[in-house]
């Protein structure tokens, strides 16, 4: 019987092992009586499916005085500046993705099984813990965030999500905000195909397993100019090595150039252009150059001549002239380039999400002829995606990281608390003639919607940029109950 029982133990030990390095995001409520645990903050749509967010809420039964506890997941849509927001005019959408009713939790036939890191929480949170899943639907735009041109330091513009979790009577009751707990999350997009294999892979050692899907081919694409008054053309071919590539790889262009003709090949450019697509507005198309490469001494290419060549682009954010697309940080530096985000194919019944923001690149190779020859270019369209080896720090001042099994918490610290507690540890002042009492400071009020809180910060301090929810910069900042 023990022997029979020793694998039965290991694994539950290793079961153990693994959730007491899981990660857990934390935040709580303004009043600290309603907290909520995520264990992922990404939902991965692949094709059809999309990721459940899960999750644990903790409750103080003892505020809810027969009140219940609601959850939702939330889309923001600002399609306008935020300084540009003038007598009441407001430049966004809200859309609520799903809701469900969290505390008192439904029948249990109704829920769905708890998996292993929502258990090990409610074990160790005690008895007011208890699970939730929340469902979207995979026809929900992904997470896109566009950058004007101009400086800006507002709400983040584009496609946001956030779950929210908060104390009511009743789902569309307007609810006090100190007991409302926000978490941004995101919703992405994960390549279905798979990365290529190595030269020397070997292949599959099951012969009857249902082979990987065939990656699409390589874009290739060619062209030619003739001249009217001329004999001869300008032949150009490119190609890439693959037609998916994922962020921080090396899309190489391979072009090959036939000078047929009496006229010289001045240059070569080599680009890579992301096309963004506003659903919402007929005119809100735009481009960028996130990528480019020039030709060097093999140029200008004379009658007669040839040339083969491979170019290296490393497609980045850089100064635009238009809003590019980023990927929805939760922290503003270090947003990398917006994934590919396809519409519907054109003669398809489906209609566009008018909430979407649809993205695409492609490789743009641009020939200079001479004496008055125009030019030649041709595109090579590829796909930019995410890929399992793509992680995110997530850094958010706001948020808290929960190791479970570990020997605490570990929570962010704001400079706030910090400097409550260095005046708290400050010794008592000397005895002697009363000062003259400190003149206030004037404040200047700031709305933060992170939370639903209302910040405040003196007029020559350092700034609160809140942004749906994310804080950047607390210093010199109180608030506000």
């Known amino acids: 019987m023990a022997e029979n029982d020793a694998p039965t133990q290991i694994g539950e030990r290793n079961l153990a092992d693994a959730l007491s390095t899981q990660r857990v995001f934390k935040k709580s409520s303004p009043n600290s009586k309603l907290t ?99 469902e979207l639907t995979p026809l929900a735009p992904p997470s896109v965030q566009l950058v004007p041109a101009k400086q800006y330091s507002g709400a ?29 999350i995101r919703v992405l997009q994960r390549s279905m195909a798979p990365p290529p294999t190595s030269p020397g892979a070997a292949p599959a050692g099951d012969q009857g397993a249902p082979s990987p899907p065939t990656p699409p081919a390589p874009p290739h694409a ?48 080599v680009f890579v252009v992301q096309h963004v697509d506003v659903c919402m507005f007929s005119n809100g198309k735009f481009k960028n150059v996130v990528a480019t490469a020039a030709s060097g001494a093999e140029c200008p290419l004379g009658p007669g001549s040839s040339l083969r060549r491979t170019y290296e682009l490393h497609p980045a954010r850089g100064a635009t002239k238009n809003w590019i697309a980023l990927e929805d940080s939760f922290s503003r530096a270090g947003a990398a380039l917006a994934a590919t985000v396809l519409g519907p194919p054109p003669g398809s019944p489906a209609e566009r999400n008018v909430f979407a923001i649809y993205v695409d690149y492609y490789v743009k190779v641009k020939l200079a002829v001479g004496a008055m020859g125009g030019e030649l270019s041709l595109k090579l369209p590829f796909t930019l995606v995410h890929s399992a080896r ?10 808290e990281l929960v190791t479970l ?11 706030l608390k910090e400097q409550q507690q260095q005046s708290s540890q400050e010794p008592p002042p000397a005895s002697g003639p009363p ?13 933060a919607r992170a939370g639903g809180r209302l910040f405040a910060r003196p007029a020559a301090h350092a700034w609160l940029a809140c942004r749906g929810g994310r804080a950047e910069t607390t210093q010199s900042c109180e608030a506000l109950e």
Not at 122 to 130: D, E, I, K, S, T
Not at 390 to 399: N, S
Not at 405 to 415: F, M, Q, T
């Open 405 to 415: 099994g570990g020997a605490g918490e570990r929570s962010s610290s704001s400079p």
């Open 156 to 184: 983040p513009i584009g496609t946001s999500y956030d779950v929210r979790a908060y104390v009511a009577e009743r789902p569309d009751e307007k609810c006090n905000r100190r007991s409302v707990v926000r978490m941004g």
């Open 390 to 399: 793509d992680k995110d720090p997530l850094t958010e001042p706001l948020q």
């Open 222 to 269: 060619s062209a030619a100019k003739p001249f009217l008054l001329s004999d001869g053309k300008v032949e150009l071919e490119a190609s890439l090595d693959r037609a998916c590539y994922c962020h921080g790889d090396a899309v190489s262009v391979h072009v090959a150039v036939a000078n047929n003709s009496n006229k010289t090949v001045r240059r070569i450019k």
């Open 36 to 134: 909520l645990y995520l264990s992922n903050r990404d939902l991965s749509v692949t094709g059809d499916y999309i990721d459940k967010l899960q999750g644990v809420v903790l409750v103080d039964p003892d505020y809810l005085q027969g009140r219940k506890v609601f959850g939702q997941v939330t889309l923001t849509f600002r399609y306008g500046r935020e300084d540009e927001e003038v007598m009441g005019l407001k430049f966004c959408n809200e859309a609520v993705m799903s809701l469900a009713q969290l505390y008192p939790p439904p029948p249990i036939d109704l829920c769905a099984p708890p998996t292993p890191l929502q258990e090990a929480l409610m074990r160790r949170l005690g008895p007011h813990a208890r699970p939730f899943t929340l």
């Open 435 to 447: 000062k003259k009492e400190k003149r206030k400071t004037t404040f200047t009020k700031v709305w």
